[in-house]
């Protein structure tokens, strides 16, 4: 996978507030990671949902798309294999973001 940057990262009003967000995404693979290993798929849910909102907002298209993709897989009650799939996708998305550089 390559890059993934923010639509939003030469917009000087926006800059600031992508690269927090940007800066906190290893503790969110990190909680991802967490809830997984210990089944606690609610958890999981809620934190797919919250990054499928967050992803858009601060540019970030794919994020958003693979987060629903979780989502979605969490909501139908899909099988453990698909879940982890799904999950093992959104942090390698998450892995492949880049922090924007401040102007």
């Given at each position: 996978m390559g890059s993934i940057r923010s639509a939003y990262e030469n917009d000087p009003d926006m800059l600031e507030i992508v690269r927090e967000f940007a800066g906190?995404?290893?503790?969110?693979?990190a909680k991802l990671?967490?809830?997984?290993?210990?089944?606690?798929?609610?958890?999981?849910?809620?934190?797919?949902h919250q990054l499928k909102g967050a992803g858009g907002g601060y540019g970030f298209a794919q994020i958003t798309e693979v987060a629903?993709?979780?989502e979605q897989a969490l909501k139908s009650g899909a099988a453990e294999p698909e879940i982890k799939d799904r999950a093992t996708?959104?942090?390698?998305?998450?892995?492949?973001?880049?922090?924007?550089?401040?102007?």
């Amino acid at each position: 996978m390559g890059s993934i940057r923010s639509a939003y990262e030469n917009d000087p009003d926006m800059l600031e507030i992508v690269r927090e967000f940007a800066g906190e995404l290893p503790a969110r693979i990190a909680k991802l990671e967490a809830h997984l290993a210990a089944n606690e798929m609610r958890e999981l849910q809620t934190l797919a949902h919250q990054l499928k909102g967050a992803g858009g907002g601060y540019g970030f298209a794919q994020i958003t798309e693979v987060a629903s993709r979780l989502e979605q897989a969490l909501k139908s009650g899909a099988a453990e294999p698909e879940i982890k799939d799904r999950a093992t996708e959104l942090c390698a998305t998450l892995r492949a973001v880049v922090v924007p550089e401040t102007r």
